[in-house]
């Protein structure tokens, strides 16, 4: 099927052109899988007989003159990233596949529908839409994934938990009630799978690997059961509808007793913090994803709660925190009320700015 142009995001939620504080999302290429519907790859592309916009110079409609304008347009208004934001929106109109295309066709003249799309998705940027919005998907490990507000963006440290995540699963007879030598599965329980790139990363990575992702947002919900389906990994998960307490309860059942391991990027930003994120992310994102409360801890204290009751015996759980609670999550399982919950702090790993960011506990015998 052909079309003349792929336009698979949404309509801007609304511009807003009094921003002016700058943001950093951190962007990489857009990677399609090789099924996926493209448009004009290297054949349109490298066709030089294109014709440009009637009454305007041609060479204003190539690509390395649209790319040159918005990026100028970003820079002045203070976007970030302005030339990774424009490179993906013109890859995603011209229905390419990398980077390295745009400068290989860099001549190339776009048609008057090319021009007017990349238009109307570079001011959703300048609105400060995310770019994962803007082009409606976002590659994660390997998988391309659907993106749509407000579910919460993975970042590129997210990447480094699921590398945290699969060197922490059980090998062998690790596990006192399986071997995984022996063919059975490995259970993940995902808190809070938003988009479902974490738990579709695991199950594409670790061909043992079953999740359950459980998200409160019922849209959340939807994005991973659709992001699974298109992976081709929907008999392997299961979606599930429900809302952690601070009490370390469930409001619904799981359907599965114990977890081989629990992971969760919980909500860490600390309360006082939240006024300082990025327009980007406040006016688009679900803020339940990242408020933490005072300490930070709200939902992290809960976390661990549930984690003692359904990890079985050498089962861990990993989570993503902000630098400052390792330490005082150490503390925290380490006072005597705490006892009962028969987790031992095993380590912290570091992201990309080798800040403290990621905690691991594992779940030993009852006494």
């Known amino acids: 099927m052909a079309f003349s142009i792929r336009a698979l995001a949404r309509p801007c939620l609304g511009l807003i052109t009094d921003l002016s504080v700058s943001s950093r999302i951190l962007m990489r290429p857009v990677e399609f899988p090789k099924d996926f519907p493209t448009v004009r790859l290297l054949s349109p592309l490298s066709s030089s007989a294109r014709s440009g916009v009637p009454g305007v110079e041609s060479s204003n409609n190539t690509i390395a003159a649209v ?32 980077f390295s295309e745009l400068d290989q066709h860099s001549g190339v003249e776009m048609t008057p529908e090319e021009l007017l799309e990349t238009d109307r998705l570079c001011e959703c940027r300048l609105a400060r839409m995310p770019v994962q919005y803007i082009i409606g998907e976002w590659e994660f490990r390997g998988i391309n994934l659907k993106m749509v507000p407000p579910v919460f963006i993975p970042r590129p440290e997210t990447e480094i ?109 600390l309360s006082k913090d939240m006024l300082a994120l990025q327009p980007e992310i406040k006016l688009y994102e679900d803020l339940r994803a990242l408020d933490g409360g005072v300490d930070g801890l709200r939902l992290i204290r809960p976390l661990i709660k549930i984690a003692s009751k359904l990890l079985r015996h050498k089962g861990r759980l ?28 095993e380590a912290t790993h570091q992201d990309y700015s080798h800040k403290p960011r990621f905690v691991q506990l594992i779940k030993m015998k009852t006494a």
């Open 67 to 98: 790319l040159s304008k918005w990026e100028k347009k970003f820079e002045d208004e203070g976007i970030a990233e302005p030339k990774d934001s424009v490179r993906n929106i013109v890859l995603h109109v011209m229905g390419g596949k990398t």
């Open 161 to 269: 938990l699921v590398d945290v995540v699969i060197a922490a699963l059980p090998h062998g007879k690790e596990c006192d009630n399986c071997s995984i030598a022996e063919g059975c599965h490995v259970h993940v329980l995902e808190v809070g799978s938003g988009c479902g790139a974490v738990s579709l990363s695991l199950i594409k990575e670790h061909p043992k690997v079953y999740c359950t992702a459980v998200d409160q947002s019922t849209t959340a919900c939807r994005l991973t059961q659709e992001n699974a389906i298109a992976a081709g990994f929907a008999r392997r998960i299961n979606v599930i509808h429900a809302k952690l307490s601070e009490d370390g309860t469930f409001n619904k059942a799981l359907g599965q007793d114990k977890f081989d391991l629990i992971v969760s990027n919980p909500p860490y930003v």
């Open 318 to 345: 990993v989570m993503e925190v902000d630098p400052s609670h390792p330490e005082a999550i150490k503390k925290w399982i380490s006072e005597e009320e705490q006892s009962d919950l028969r987790l031992k702090y």
